[in-house]
């Protein structure tokens, strides 16, 4: 009997066991109390944003206009001292106007000087002293004609300064030989107001073949 005892007892503490270790062991809280912390806490107010309103016409208020006093002006007339006496006006007279005589005495209208034009004389050759230039042989027996002008500036003195071509005779040879002989040429110098100046003239030279 006694076994049977020991052995229920036995057994059921193993069924305790048993039980025991499949709970899983719950934490012990700490019974320890900690000590009083004071604790801030702040209150933040949301404030609601108020969307704007319309601008709303403000009524005008009329101002009552008042009515202006009327001021009633009295005329002053003016008053005549009988004491003075009204003197008479004096009228005016009129002197006469005395016009300035005319004299005879009348400046001489004054005519325009007219310019007198300076006398310029041309340079020209001295034809009957001046040899003429010679007739290039090659020319005569090609049958050469023509008439050159030239350009010469005579000096004061008379003599040939500078000679060109002012007009060709369409043969260099013919042009050539009147050159030559100018250069020896003596000229009637220009003069203006009777004064030798040095001048430009242009002349003809001219070459033409004769039949004998």
């Not at 012990?28 to 016409?57: A, D, G, H, V, W």
């Not at 001489?108 to 020209?124: E, M, S, T, Y």
């Not at 008439?147 to 007009?167: A, R, S």
Request: glycine fraction near 2%.
């Amino acid at each position: 009997m006694r076994s049977l005892i020991f052995a229920f007892i036995f057994s059921f503490f193993m069924h305790c066991l048993l039980l025991y270790a499949d709970i899983p062991l719950i934490p012990q809280k700490n019974t320890e109390i900690k000590e009083n912390k004071k604790i801030e806490i702040e209150l933040s107010y949301i404030t609601r944003i108020i969307p704007p309103k319309k601008n709303q016409k403000k009524p005008r208020v009329k101002q009552k206009i008042k009515p202006k006093k009327k001021f009633k002006i009295k005329k002053i007339e003016p008053k005549l001292d009988s004491s003075v006496k009204s003197k008479p006006i004096n009228e005016i007279k009129q002197e006469p106007i005395i016009e300035p005589a005319l004299t005879s005495d009348i400046a001489p209208v004054l005519k325009p000087i007219k310019k007198i034009k300076p006398k310029i004389i041309k340079a020209i050759p001295k034809y009957k002293e001046n040899a003429p230039p010679k007739y290039p042989v090659f020319a005569k027996k090609r049958g050469y004609q023509g008439t050159v002008f030239l350009k010469v500036f005579v000096n004061k003195n008379g003599m040939p300064e500078t000679i060109t071509i002012f007009k060709s005779s369409g043969y260099l040879i013919l042009d050539n030989a009147a050159i030559k002989q100018v250069k020896k040429w003596i000229f009637f110098p220009g003069m203006v107001n009777n004064k030798n100046i040095g001048m430009n003239v242009i002349f003809p030279i001219k070459f033409e073949l004769k039949n004998n």
